[in-house]
């Protein structure tokens, strides 16, 4: 999408520029150039043609040709001449062609043979064309009409592409296989028929069309991915299709309800986004939500049974009113985009037997609010949670190892974030652009925060981190949060709570070094240590000139000031100990017994 505005946006008005006076050239260089290569940019296809004729190429008025076989006298169309003459809007391909002396039979239409030819309305193909290559008819905007010969075998990738005006099409007998992104962008095709012989259909073939029943021939035997489907929200206009039925007698595909399965029912392969139910709970067979299966649907509540273990790449995206969706325990992987750009979602409940989440699985869901991650979960993957503007708080499982970029960019609501000790690295721009984020715990076995990681969370009043050697931090992981508040000229002071002894070391750590450092001994505690230690009681609190330590062991106790700097070593008996501190300044410190860190306030 992006780089189809960049043609139309930024290479247009320069071509323009170049020569007003050639916009009609202009227009056509459009057509048969530049909105090809925007169409290269969505469909995939590649730039290179197909393969040309095998012998000589010859023209005559209205096209060029290439012999395919020099002994049956077979040639392909491969260029034209009539894409710039506007009373052209009815174009017969001829059936033969002479050619010195020569009769040649005229049997395939080539890569983009035919492309751009914006005024011709109708194409009349002769029953000898057994072939329509890669784009052949790509962006002929005006044309309305077009027969499919009964001898026509294969129509390639992208072969009719941005014929916007294109309203139905009947295909002919012998015709076997549909190529990816053949028909996409017909806005006005409501119609096909498919005749009994076809056995593939590519992905995307029928991609922003707008047709309404689709009935699939008994001969079928290959589907790709999202053959039927509308992906951008913008498009609300052409959610038209309502059923999809499949010929009772195809050995691998099945129909219930109008909504397209495998021919066992354990695969929900395609939902109508035209289909006007508001609930929708999916047969109790189903193991698997297909990709792009329900994306854009009109539904509010979506059910699956307990048999479901996957659900793939986009299959629930873009559904304008979804607001109730359940995971059943049975689920262990959710795909790339499986729920992003569900705008109504408030809640989710991960099941916890799911180990793995897709990139932007739940990326731009801006009523989400509430989620509870599976303990079984090993990665956070790239963006994951970007964008979920209402997220307030989200709890991160002690499975996680790694948290990939952009996670959580852009949860301009999430107040407080903990990483758990289990994760070692953090990526890149993974909560940038968080605003709301004031109290950041970072986890003691991290050794890696990649570049922006922080960047313009300006809010952050405390970073606590557990590990004693400061992480290996990317390009301005911080950038941003020490900027002055408004109308104050000095940088934020924010403080960095550390270990006891990582003081020194994070005071000479680029970036580290811009906090405000001292040292919390709760930090280096665990329960292990708490389970070994001895019972200890410091008191009284606060206490002036004189305090007690109460321990059951002889042990060493260091006191500490609060910026972690050792002021005193105490050896101390199994039993109540008097500490004289005459003369020590007021303030906090630390009594560190037995791993355990005690407060200690002075006055």
Request: aromatic share 8%; hydrophobic share 40%.
């Amino acid at each position: 999408y992006l780089r189809v505005r960049t043609i139309y946006f930024v290479l247009i008005p320069l071509i323009k520029l170049i020569n007003n006076n050639l916009y009609m050239s202009y227009s056509i260089i459009l057509n048969r150039a530049v909105a090809t290569a925007a169409v290269f940019a969505l469909t995939g296809v590649a730039t290179a043609q197909s393969t040309q004729a095998n012998g000589d190429i010859f023209e005559d008025a209205s096209f060029k040709y290439g012999i395919l076989d020099e002994v049956q006298k077979t040639v392909a169309i491969i260029d034209s001449k009539l894409a710039t003459k506007q009373e052209e809007t009815k174009v017969t391909i001829p059936e033969t062609v002479t050619h010195e002396g020569n009769t040649y039979t005229v049997t395939e239409i080539r890569a983009m043979a035919l492309n751009g030819h914006q005024f011709v309305k109708e194409f009349v193909l002769p029953e000898t064309i057994t072939y329509i290559g890669e784009r052949a008819f790509l962006n002929c905007l005006a044309l309305e009409k077009i027969n499919m010969p009964n001898s026509l075998i294969e129509i390639d990738n992208a072969a009719f592409s941005f014929c916007r005006s294109l309203a139905s099409v009947k295909f002919g007998t012998s015709l076997k296989k549909i190529g990816e992104k053949a028909f996409q962008f017909c806005h006005a095709l409501t119609s096909v028929e498919f005749q009994e012989g076809l056995e593939e259909i590519g992905n995307n073939a029928f991609w922003y069309c707008t047709l309404e029943t689709v009935n699939l021939p008994k001969s079928l035997t290959q589907m790709g991915e999202g053959c039927f489907t509308v992906n951008e929200t913008e498009h609300t206009n052409i959610k038209t299709l309502k059923s999809i039925n499949v010929h009772p007698d195809n050995p691998n595909y099945a129909s219930v309800d109008g909504v397209l399965f495998n021919k066992d029912i354990t695969k929900l392969i395609q939902y109508p986004i035209g289909k006007e139910d508001t609930e929708y709970s999916a047969p109790s067979t189903v193991t698997i939500i297909g990709a792009s299966a329900f994306e854009q649907a009109n539904l509010h509540t979506i059910t699956l049974d307990e048999s479901v273990t996957h659900i793939e790449d986009y299959a629930v995206t873009s559904c304008p009113n979804l607001t109730i969706f359940n995971f059943p325990d049975s689920l262990v992987h959710i795909g790339e985009h499986a729920f992003s750009f569900n705008e109504k979602i408030e809640s989710v409940r991960i099941s916890p037997n799911v180990l793995t989440i897709g990139p932007s699985a739940f990326s731009t869901c801006k009523a989400l609010n509430d989620v509870h991650l599976p303990e079984r979960l090993e990665k956070i993957q790239n963006s994951t949670f970007a964008n979920c503007e209402s997220l307030e708080n989200i709890e991160i499982p002690d499975s996680v190892t790694e948290i990939e970029d952009s996670a959580f960019n852009g949860c301009n609501n999430l107040k407080a974030i903990k990483i758990p000790d289990s994760v070692t690295k953090i990526g890149a721009q993974v909560f940038q652009d968080n605003e709301a984020l004031e109290d950041v715990e970072l986890s003691k076995n991290l050794t890696e925060i990649g570049k922006y990681s922080f960047d313009a969370c300006n809010a952050i009043r405390e970073v606590r981190i557990h590990a004693s050697t400061p992480p290996k931090l990317g390009e301005g992981v911080f950038r941003g949060v020490f900027e002055p508040d408004y109308n104050d000229d000095e940088e934020r002071k924010v403080p960095l709570k550390v270990p006891t002894g990582a003081a020194a070391k994070y005071r000479n750590a680029p970036q580290w070094d811009q906090f405000q450092i001292s040292v919390d001994p709760s930090l280096e505690t665990n329960e292990e240590a708490l389970s070994k230690a001895s019972t200890v009681s410091v008191y009284p609190n606060p206490a002036t000139g004189t305090f007690f330590i109460k321990t059951d062991k002889a042990e060493t106790a260091t006191l500490l000031n609060i910026e972690g700097k050792l002021i005193r070593t105490l050896s101390l008996k199994a039993d109540t100990n008097t500490i004289n501190i005459t003369g020590l300044p007021a303030g906090v410190y630390f009594v560190v017994v037995g791993g355990k860190s005690h407060k200690l306030i002075v006055k």
